[in-house]
């Protein structure tokens, strides 16, 4: 299969510059990227992406086989570096995509240079002396509305997703987003992101990782965060002042000056 077609992959900016390759969350796609890419895109070449069932990717892709673990998109992102011939890659993960680039970089160091961890959670559910923020009863009835209602699932979450709620258009947009998605693939993808836990990848991480969180976030509180950064071995931790669970959109400038500052450092 062509991996360029089935991902939607595009690149941008800078065709001899260091590579940073951005992958995107649930329900999402490469469009939530829009407002950093221009940035990003003076200093290095820009790769970009739709996991198989989002956006402009190849939906006769997909299989419940291949893609119910996080593993079936680590695959992919180690197959589209493959493709591109990519080496020393800064791979940003948003969300779910932090925990599929900490399974990619784990699987594969010869391709992985850095790390950055957007939003990340290596798991939602609450367990003993870990809060990741929703008891297993929460996800259930999430997974549960999402089942009946997915367009007024969508509606209700994407706001409390986005934040922000003095720019409603943000969260209309990932809502937008979202119904734009297969419910059957979205109904999966979204198990796969809630029930995972990814705790015990973390101590295999190798290479330099950045943690950037958001100061306010409903998804991914900052313990959580701050979770991540004490279990990856010499991984920084920023938190930006911005609210919400995706930066990119809410806060772009100061997501684009972290990712900057950590891609160059060491760089010559």
Not at 55 to 78: H, I, N, Q
Request: glycine share 6%; aromatic share 6%; charged share 20%.
């Amino acid at each position: 299969m062509d991996v360029r077609s089935r991902n939607n992959v595009v690149v941008v900016g800078q065709p001899h510059g260091p590579t940073v390759l951005l992958a995107h969350g649930f329900g999402c796609d490469q469009n939530l990227w829009r407002l950093v890419v221009p940035a990003l895109a003076e200093r290095f070449r820009v790769v970009l992406f739709d996991h198989v069932g989002a956006g402009k990717s190849d939906l006769s892709a997909w299989s419940p086989e291949r893609y119910s673990t996080l593993d079936g998109y680590a695959l992919d992102v180690l197959d589209i570096c493959a493709e591109l011939d990519l080496r020393d890659v800064v791979l940003v993960g948003h969300s779910v995509s932090a925990m599929i680039a900490v399974l990619a970089a784990n699987r594969d160091r010869s391709r992985i240079a850095k790390l950055v961890l957007v939003t990340p959670s290596p798991c939602y559910v609450d367990d003993g002396d870990y809060r990741g923020g929703f008891s297993r009863a929460d996800i259930d009835e999430l997974l549960d509305s999402l089942d009946s209602n997915y367009l007024g699932w969508s509606a209700t979450m994407a706001p409390v997703i986005m934040g922000n709620p003095d720019r409603p258009e943000l969260g209309e947009e990932l809502a937008e987003s979202f119904c734009r998605t297969d419910p059957a693939i979205a109904r999966t993808f979204a198990q796969v992101t809630f029930l995972s836990d990814n705790r015990d990848d973390l101590a295999d991480v190798e290479v330099p990782t950045l943690v950037l969180q958001c100061a306010h976030d409903a998804i991914a509180p900052p313990s959580v965060g701050r979770f991540v950064t004490e279990r990856i071995r010499g991984s920084e931790l920023v938190t930006l002042d911005a609210t919400g669970h995706c930066p990119q959109l809410s806060a772009p400038e100061a997501t684009v000056a972290a990712v900057v500052a950590f891609a160059e450092t060491g760089v010559r």
